[in-house]
Structures are given as structure tokens and as C-alpha cells.
């Protein structure tokens, strides 16, 4: 990759910190009643973080999905399109270029130079319907910016938009731009490499190199102006007219995609690979392994690799690796421990911790600002699909899947239950619902159950009700349920005997039920595919599109506010509605970036959670400010602390917490009850922050252990127990 970067100046980093805080102070209450947490992103097109690049400080600047970050060696900082002049926070790559910092988005590349943004966008700069790739600068100043249709450039005052129709490009993907020492632009495309010197092509490709004839090529230059080429599975080196070719495979590095390059300053090869991180030196090919680097929370493979100013080198994924030839450090660079996936249930113990359902990647754990991901691999989970999930009366979280049944989660124990050893009628699972005075209302694909310790009881039994499926439950008391169906429409349990509420007996014009919460016997919400309603004393008060202003007769979701706001979750946007006026929240003016609502769940703060469709991570909202959950996030440590371990008692595994006010080297330990050495759990570099790291003891006896926390002088030491 391009690593031709000059410096910008720290006057640049003053001057865009004010911007920072300029914009923040102009963004309004909108953005300070709202808050997002981005999920971690992780595939081939460049994972979570796109690239990066350098400045005469060392300053780190950082293109991610997320937004623009930089680095000063002792925090991090983000620009946003809430917080700046970013017109989108999906950054795909940045370049530096004597005192500019040039930026690419989607259709769209930004100038930041002396406190100024200048936006080039749309057909007139050829960048309509583009995605920028990789930006390159030449010694005479011309800009070229690869894209998937092609290269553009820019001299200063004309733009030129370059393919194989109107030149020797051999491709239109462009995968890589760099220059060589003598300011040849090297162009890496998906049908081979083009060698521009002023006016005069050369092309590289299968017909006279080993090259192959298919894969996008990136491309850098070690100290003797030998050329490494990257193409999938492959790495090329030429250099006097002699080609060398080394094949992942015939390495030992199996699917080893090679996604980066770069070279350090004592011309090591360093290769960001989809396996993990590759070092080349003399002659020698080490896979560096996560084993090898034995850090918490990395878990192997790098998408991109950059080479500062002072020979450090930095690697990333969804998080970033920092290697000084010393020592390895990682940062998780998002806010979350999300997954991509989307969010199909909200679970909420108090606003400090809550739990997460996923489609396809787990259960979630936010405690205490702690995210921890479950899954098959790590925890008693039968399942990654979570379907739903609840809060008993002992606080025993249940956990719904779409096939495999429920299990409930004390802390310590996982128990199953399944259609094998209960009464569930299925187990698939839809909806799972705390009773008022004892265990849990469970419904599924075919009907729902009441499960407690000693009993269980299936709906329907010898009842002629067609539940069919269940899709939401609502229980008011020990005699009063509302059940909304799949199909058939809505159910009212009440002191022994039901009512039946359908399409054909009452104003509801669906008998999709997606969401009812029950007030009483005679009042309850309810959320269907034919509108929102509400029904009270016998009587039916209908929303939809044609008499109201909610924007979608589709009703996914609805909550209730301790204000007694209704919270209405629409495939066209989240609603707010007091009983008389309704307000709309959507793309256009909120920080949604889809409008279909999934799941809204609110807190004894009176925060709303809310999720979308199609894995867009989890939005908060709260009319008066969300100053406290901030805070409680974003939390700048004033001291070394070890938080006590959670849970505690544990069965196998558990979350230790620590915060680091400075820089430092930092070490954490595990003790037996006599004072023996047990396991080192962390022993390297750590910038300020808060930290967490799991702890399996599966391979230990029970029993109780001391783990103990070392930064400099400073020694703190706590007990955590180990039941089995």
C-alpha cells in the first residue's frame, strides 16, 4: 500500500480538536439525546477499520466504518457526520499529503486543509456512483484516487477520470495506488498492474509475469526498489527483471488471504492476512498467531497494516494491533462488543446491565460499560440464534432459539429446557415473557407455556383456542394475560376464561399481533400488521396510515414509558406518541440509519433501546439527555482500579474489570488460596482506559483464588471464588 505520507503539522491536531468541540456544541439537543453503539464489522471488504495513515507527530489517522479517528499517542478521537462536516461516518480511506488530509467516501472525497472542508461531490468531479478505495499523492502534487470504476485524478484545478475505454487501465476495480522512489504511479487492478511514468503504460499482468489472470493486486517497494505484489492467495516479489513467487499454501499458511502489505524501516515484510499476520525477513515466512501475541480479545487475521513514522506497526480488523518490535497492545476500536448481526431481542436488568439476543451470533452481556459476547464456543448456549429473552423474579435470565429450546442462566448454571423434558410443544421459540408472581410465560411456533420450578402447564391443552404461534405475551397479574398470535389474532386471559379477538369480531384489521402490552383486563396497546391500536373498557381506538400520522400500519414493536409515552416501532420509523400527538423519528431527522424499528425496550432511566432491522447495532434515546449513560460509557479512569470479578461465584468463567489512568506497563495474575502462581493473564502495554478480560477456569480445581493487578508501583489484589 501507499505509505508516501507527509507531514501535516501539530498545529493541525489544535485546530481540529477545536473543530471537534465547535461541532459538538452546534450539533444540538437532537444529537445529545441520542447515542449509538456500532456493531464490530468484520468481512473481506475491508473489515471494520480501512486504512490508515501517518503525520510528522506520529499523529494515527484511522478510516473505519465508523467514522474518521486519530490518535496522539495517548487517546483517541473520532470525527463523525454528527460531529463534523463528514458528510458520511463510513470513511474507506484517508491519505496525507504535506498540510492536507485527503478523505474518501462513498461518492464523495474531502479536502481538510487549514480548519477548511472542501467536499468534492457528484458527476463534476467524476466521483458519482464511485467507491473510493485508495488515494495516492505524486511529487508534483497530481492526486489519484482509485475507485471501482476506475482512476481518478486530480492536478489542482482539472479533474480526469481514467478506464479502460479511455486508456491502458487494464481494469476498472482498482484495488491499490503507490508510488515508486522514482514517482512512477503503480495502479493495482482486478485484470492486472498499470505502470504510469508521466504519459508512458506499462502493463503487468498473466500474459508476461506470473501474475494470475484474475485478482486485484496491492502493491509496495522494500529499500532496494524491489516490488511486492499481493494477489489472493499469492505474494509476487520482481525485482532486475527476476519474479519470485511464494504461494500461501506452499508456505504452510492454508486460506490465507493476503489482504496488506507493509514494510518497515529494516525492510521486513509485514502481510495482513485473513489467518493472521504474516513476517517476512530474511528468507524466513512466520505466521504470527494468536497464541503468539496472547492478547484478550484478538482473535486472529488483519485486513490492513501500516507502518508509522517511528517503525510501528499497526494492524486492522475490528479492533487494532500495536507492535513496537517490543511489545503487542490492542484497542477495540468500537464502542460495543456487538456483533453484525441483527438484534431480535432486548432483555433489560437495570440500565447498567442488559442483555442482547442476536439472529445469528449469540447473546450479549452489557454490564457496568463491560460488553461480553456469548456464543456455542464459549458459554452453555445450544444455540447462536436468539429469539428471545427475559428476566425471572430470582433473576435467572431465560433465553429463547429458534430451535433449540430455552435455557435459563443463573450466573453460574445452564439449564436446558426443551420439548424433550418439558412440556414446550415446540422448540422453536418466539417470545418469552416474566409471570408476576413466579416463572415464565414461554411462546413458540405452536402454542406457549407456563414453566415454573415445579410446574408446567402447555397452551392449548384440551382447550379449542388456535393460538397457532405466539408471537408477544403480556401479563398483567397471576389472572390476566394478553396473547398476541401469529395468525389468529388476540387472546385476553382473565380469572379463568378467554376472550378471542379477530379481524371479523372486533376493528382490529389484522390478525398478525406483533406486540400488545395489557394494562388491565379492560385496557391494553396493541401492535399489528394492520395498524396500531388501543382498547379500552370494550371499546377500540384505531392508528394507521389513512387516519393518523403513524407512518406504517406495520407494527413490530411497542413500550411504555414510566411518562406513559407510548413507544411505537414501525417498519417506516420509530414513533412517540402521548395520546393525543404522535412524533416521528426516522433517517431523515434522527441518527437512525434505517427505518425499520425491530425491538424498543426502556429502563428505570426512562432510556430507550432501541434496535432495526438488518444488524444496525443498538440506538438509545431519552428526551432529557443521556448525559448519564455517557458518562458511564465514556468515563475517563482518575486511578489504577480492579473491579470485582463478574459473576462471582462463577462456574468456569468470568469477566475481570480494571482501569489505567496512565500509560504503562500493566500485569494481572492469578493466585491460588496459598499464594502459588497460577495463570498471568496480562503482562504488556497498556494505554489509559478501562479494560476487561475474560477468565476460563475450566482446567482449575474449585475453590478460591486472588487475582492481582500490577502497574508500576502500584498493586491491587481481590478474591473471585470457582464453583463447579
Request: with cysteine; hydrophobic share 35%; charged share 15%.
Amino acid at each position: 500500500m501507499n505509505t508516501d505520507h507527509k507531514p501535516l503539522g501539530i498545529y493541525f491536531l489544535i485546530i481540529l480538536l477545536i473543530t471537534i468541540c465547535i461541532q459538538s456544541n452546534v450539533a444540538g439537543s437532537n444529537n445529545e439525546q441520542w447515542y449509538y453503539y456500532d456493531p464490530v464489522h468484520i468481512g473481506p471488504s475491508g473489515g471494520y477499520m480501512e486504512g490508515f495513515t501517518n503525520t510528522d507527530n506520529n499523529l494515527l489517522w484511522v478510516a473505519t466504518t465508523g467514522g474518521l479517528t486519530f490518535y496522539d499517542g495517548i487517546q483517541w478521537k473520532t470525527l463523525t457526520s454528527t460531529n463534523s462536516p463528514l458528510t458520511n461516518s463510513h470513511i474507506s480511506t484517508v491519505h496525507g499529503s504535506e498540510d492536507t488530509l485527503w478523505i474518501g467516501l462513498k461518492s464523495t472525497l474531502i479536502k481538510h486543509y487549514d480548519n477548511q472542508w472542501i467536499i468534492y461531490e457528484g458527476a463534476q468531479y467524476h466521483l458519482d456512483n464511485k467507491e473510493l478505495r485508495t488515494i495516492a499523492t505524486t511529487s508534483d502534487g497530481i492526486l489519484w484516487i482509485g475507485t471501482d470504476l476506475g482512476v481518478v485524478t486530480f492536478d489542482g484545478s482539472s479533474w480526469n477520470h481514467l478506464t479502460p475505454e479511455n486508456s491502458a487501465l487494464p481494469g476498472y476495480s482498482i484495488r491499490d495506488i503507490s508510488i515508486d522512489i522514482f514517482g512512477k504511479v503503480w495502479i493495482g487492478t482486478n485484470e492486472g498492474i498499470a505502470v504510469v511514468d508521466n504519459e508512458q503504460w506499462q502493463i503487468i499482468d498473466h500474459t508476461n509475469s506470473p501474475l494470475g489472470d484474475r485478482g486485484s493486486a496491492i502493491i509496495t517497494f522494500d529499500s532496494q526498489n524491489a516490488i511486492w505484489i499481493g494477489q489472493d492467495y499469492t505474494v509476487f516479489r520482481y525485482h532486475n527483471g527476476k519474479w519470485n513467487t511464494y504461494h500461501m499454501s506452499d508456505l504452510g499458511f492454508v486460506n490465507n488471504y493476503v489482504y496488506d502489505f507493509g514494510i518497515d524501516e529494516n525492510d521486513v515484510l509485514w502481510i495482513a492476512g485473513s489467518q493472521g499476520i504474516i513476517k517476512h525477513k530474511n528468507n524466513d515466512w512466520i505466521l504470527i498467531e494468536p497464541s503468539d501475541i496472547n492478547i484478550p480479545g484478538y482473535n486472529g487475521g488483519s485486513t490492513v497494516v501500516f507502518v508509522d513514522n517511528s517503525n510501528v506497526k499497526w494492524f486492522g480488523s475490528f479492533g487494532i494491533l500495536r507492535y513496537d518490535d517490543f511489545d503487542w497492545s490492542y484497542v477495540h476500536f468500537n464502542n460495543t462488543g456487538l456483533p453484525n448481526s441483527e438484534i431480535i431481542s432486548i432483555a433489560i436488568y437495570d440500565s447498567k446491565r442488559l442483555f442482547f439476543g442476536t439472529r445469528t451470533l449469540g447473546l450479549v452481556e452489557k454490564y457496568n460499560g463491560i460488553w461480553k459476547l456469548n456464543n456455542m464456543l464459549n458459554s452453555g448456549l445450544s444455540s447462536d440464534r436468539i429469539t428471545a429473552l427475559a428476566i425471572d423474579k430470582d433473576e435467572g435470565l431465560w433465553i429463547g432459539t429458534d430451535s433449540q429450546g430455552v435455557i435459563r442462566y443463573d450466573g453460574v448454571e445452564w439449564t436446558y429446557v426443551t420439548r424433550d423434558n418439558s412440556c414446550l410443544p415446540t422448540d422453536n421459540i418466539r417470545v418469552i415473557t416474566k409471570h408476576s408472581s413466579e416463572g415464565v410465560l414461554i411462546g413458540t411456533s405452536s402454542g406457549f407455556a407456563y414453566i415454573t420450578e415445579n410446574e408446567c402447564t402447555v397452551f392449548p391443552s384440551s382447550m379449542d383456542l388456535p393460538f397457532s404461534g405466539v408471537n408477544t405475551i403480556s401479563v398483567v397479574d397471576d389472572n390476566t394475560w394478553w396473547i398476541g398470535s401469529g395468525s389468529n389474532g388476540l387472546f385476553l386471559y382473565h380469572q379463568n376464561s378467554w376472550t378471542h379477538f379477530t379481524q371479523y369480531n372486533s376493528p382490529i384489521q389484522s390478525n398478525v399481533i406483533n406486540a400488545v402490552i395489557g394494562l388491565s383486563a379492560s385496557q391494553a396497546l396493541v401492535g399489528t400488521n394492520g395498524g396500531y391500536y388501543e382498547y379500552h373498557n370494550d371499546q377500540w381506538t384505531t392508528y394507521s396510515e389513512g387516519n393518523s400520522d403513524i407512518p406504517s400500519d406495520r407494527i413490530n414493536s411497542l413500550a411504555l414509558g414510566n411518562d406513559n409515552i407510548r413507544w411505537i416501532g414501525t417498519e417506516n420509523g420509530l414513533v412517540r406518541f402521548d395520546g393525543a400527538s404522535m412524533e416521528i423519528f426516522n433517517t431523515q431527522n434522527s441518527i437512525l440509519r434505517n427505518n425499520g424499528i425491530k425491538v424498543i425496550a426502556i429502563d428505570e432511566e426512562n432510556t430507550k433501546w432501541i434496535s432495526l432491522d438488518g444488524g444496525y447495532g443498538v440506538y438509545i434515546y431519552n428526551e432529557d439527555g443521556i448525559t448519564t449513560v455517557r458518562k458511564r460509557e465514556e468515563n475517563i479512569p482518575t486511578a489504577f482500579v480492579i473491579y470485582q470479578n463478574f459473576p462471582n461465584p462463577f462456574n468456569t468463567q468470568t469477566i475481570i474489570q480494571y482501569s489505567i489512568y496512565e500509560p504503562g506497563v500493566v500485569r494481572l495474575d492469578i493466585f491460588d488460596a496459598i499464594g502459588r502462581h497460577i495463570q498471568t493473564l496480562v503482562n504488556g502495554f497498556h494505554h489509559a482506559g478501562l479494560y476487561s478480560i475474560d477468565w476460563d477456569g475450566n482446567n482449575i480445581s474449585s475453590g478460591v483464588y486472588y487475582y492481582r493487578l500490577s502497574a508500576g508501583e502500584v498493586h491491587q489484589t481481590k478474591r473471585l471464588i470457582l464453583l463447579k
